[in-house]
């Protein structure tokens, strides 16, 4: 459960540092930059204990996954909340999609 909790913990201040500038484009490059890097600092600090953790009982294959799902559902909440995009038909099918991924990963 810690991996999962500092995966999610990292993935939100991954989505924050590659997003969030959009909401802020008339500021100069350069502070969207900073302020990305500033972000991201934050994220690899809880990134690499939840990938040091979780080695010790997911394989790295099964890691990624629960990453890449972790990241498509921190990215859709932080989409529908911060910048107020509709959900769609063909969303809901992929992230359904990428569920069924973490089955088949994790089917021994």
């Known amino acids: 459960?810690?991996?999962?909790?500092?995966?999610i913990g990292s993935n939100t201040f991954m989505t924050f540092a590659w997003y969030g500038h959009?909401?802020?484009?008339?500021?100069?490059?350069?502070?969207?930059?900073?302020?990305?890097?500033?972000?991201?600092?934050?994220?690899?600090?809880l990134q690499v204990p939840a990938n040091r953790y979780g080695s010790y009982r997911f394989s790295v294959f099964q890691l990624k996954v629960i990453q890449e799902v972790i990241t498509l559902v921190v990215f859709s909440l932080f989409s529908l909340m911060?910048?107020?995009e509709p959900v769609r038909w063909n969303y809901a099918i992929s992230f359904l999609l990428l569920v069924g991924s973490v089955f088949f990963a994790f089917k021994k």
């Open 1 to 7: 459960m810690l991996t999962i909790l500092l995966l």
């Open 22 to 45: 959009l909401k802020f484009r008339q500021s100069p490059l350069w502070i969207a930059i900073l302020a990305s890097w500033g972000l991201a600092f934050f994220e690899y600090c």
């Open 82 to 84: 911060f910048f107020r």
